[in-house]
């Protein structure tokens, strides 16, 4: 039989909370309308009963759609927490959607209402709070947690076991490592996980006599037949076994897994804004360039004219700069220079740059000259917050100087970054300083969440007003 049909389907793991956590907020959706009609009988109608019953199907449909009812265990709770919020916002503004759209009317009043908005998430977010809780009493208070042991005492498999110690609701208890290598050659293990039970045939042997119910191989991807050997030694025993690729020896960019028809793929580079954390990203970018271009309305204009009357040329200048996976975009900045450099060479801004016009440098010092991308943002091709956009020229001459310096641009670039609010800004007259700029942004890319966007933005303008390497 040819190796490609001995190939078998792998099935995600269906997690036995998802029916609970559906209940869970069916039961705060409906706990909202008892307490609304205990705190106002008026409201107690048929159309209470017809709004709650949207409210949950609706409610069930946000859910699907933003990973409410995945499986969360080992993830933070905050962003279980956030989720729920958010299945909620979309809820709420389907509702009043709904409600216009078919001109529905009730006798229910608007405080009332209001009541029920915002009791029912208090509601889901306090029993998922209890839900979790009570997964993690049970586990500790339970004489069926099942040992786990760990084939290989590498950074790896003591990184698995500090995250499996700190996921008190998966009642697994910790046995030790197996490796072949002497001590001398393995990691050395922290205080409380260094139990070493042997080597690999002892492993077995445990196995065998039901002594090590789950399994955990950690052994370098280059091991594979080492790893093939112990996989069919084990076959003979009844214990549980996960291979756990150690694909951190890659320079993950926002890994993430996904499967085609049952083969598994973890990606080693990736966009992070997919699905709803995509929506919300592009939605938050709409929302703040169209308030802020509304703001500085009158002091562009100002800016501009004051531009057109101290210095021949024209107000705004242009340069082709690479944007989402590389393809290039045309960023809009006020002109603050005698000269519009934007072919294979361009010079960069210095201090004291005889280029830059009197206008110019307070501009640059400011950072008003950046106004204008506020509308490439309404436009789509940048982000409030992202990768600082470089010169085409600068871009091809720093990809063949930084490993993995193409990598920025699996984001939108932005009006601020996490590179500029950490001291990387001004000119990268020497290869160190640019390699800590792709540094902290591939540091957004893996670690990106709505909060450090937030925190970027009030940093940005802390920065601003110190004027720090801005010339």
Known sequence: MSESKTRTRIRPITAWTRPVHKLIDWLAIIGGLYVLVTWAPDANSRSTIMIGLVAI??????????????????VAIERELLTTVIAWAITLVTLVFLGNFTQYSTEISTNAIFFWFVSTPVFAMSLRILFRNAI?????????????AVVGANSLGIQLVTNIQGQAELGLRFLGFFDDRPEVRTEELPQGISQRLGNFDMLVGRAKAGEVPVIFITLPLRAELRIQEIVQRLADTTSSV?????????????????????????????NPFYGVDGVFKRLCDVVLSSIAIAIAAIPMAVIALLIKLTSPGPV???????????????????RSMRTMDNGAVVKQAQKDDPRITRLGAI?????????????????????????????TAHNEFYRKQIDGYMLRHKVKPGITGLAQVNGCRGETEQL?????????DHKYIREWSIWMDLKIILSTFKIVLSRQNAY
């Open 242 to 270: 996960y291979l756990v690729p150690d694909f951190f020896a890659f320079q993950l960019l926002h890994s993430r897994w996904t499967d085609f028809r049952g083969i598994p793929a973890v990606s080693i580079y990736e």
């Open 136 to 148: 993690v009493y049970v586990n500790q208070n339970s004489s069926t947690s099942r040992g786990f």
């Open 57 to 74: 199907g609706i409610f069930s449909l946000a859910g699907e759609f933003v990973g409410l009812y995945r499986d969360w265990q080992g």
């Open 316 to 334: 705004l200048f242009k340069q082709r700069r690479y944007g989402l996976d590389g393809k290039e975009i045309w960023v809009w900045k006020f």
């Open 363 to 391: 501009l640059r010092k400011t950072s008003l000259d950046e106004l204008p991308q506020l509308f490439n943002v309404f436009q789509g091709t940048m982000s409030m917050v992202g990768p600082r956009p470089h010169a």
């Open 432 to 440: 160190e300083k640019m390699e800590k700029r792709i540094f902290f």
